[in-house]
């Protein structure tokens, strides 16, 4: 029962450096999102969007591999973008786009799915 304890609170996802961000981005393999995926990231962002007061979030897809990248944001600002890899890692980059500078960007790797979606819900509720 001690074994099982000590990963009850991981929280599938770490904050990484830009530099770690760039090394995974660099010759990685990505794969298209789910539907399934896709319409879950979905849902989290509408229902966040009612509460922040966004006019319109748009959702973009890559032309690379259709479908691997997934980009939220307002028309021409990206706030939020997502990467799927085909070892089930996903990428998350967090660009908190303030009206004045410094502009600052987190990155998180995130464990299979169930990790994306706690950075993104605890990213959003932060």
């Not at 074994?3 to 770690?20: A, C, G, P, R, T």
């Not at 980009?71 to 600002?77: A, C, L, N, Q």
């Not at 009206?99 to 706690?118: A, H, I, Q, S």
Request: aromatic content about 20%; charged content about 30%; overall charge negative.
């Amino acid at each position: 029962m001690k074994y099982l304890k000590l990963f009850e609170n991981h929280q599938l996802y770490d904050e990484i450096s830009e530099v770690e961000f760039e090394d995974a981005m660099e010759g990685r393999p990505f794969v298209p999102f789910t539907e399934y995926e896709y319409k879950i990231i979905c849902d989290i962002f509408e229902n966040w969007k009612r509460v922040s007061n966004f006019r319109k979030i748009t959702f973009a897809y890559s032309a690379i591999v259709p479908n691997s990248i997934i980009e939220i944001g307002e028309i021409g600002e990206t706030f939020f973008t997502m990467w799927k890899s085909s070892d089930e890692w996903f990428y998350f980059e967090d660009a908190d786009i303030a009206w004045t500078p410094p502009y600052v960007r987190k990155y998180y790797k995130c464990d299979e799915f169930e990790g994306l979606l706690n950075c993104i819900k605890s990213v959003l509720n932060s």
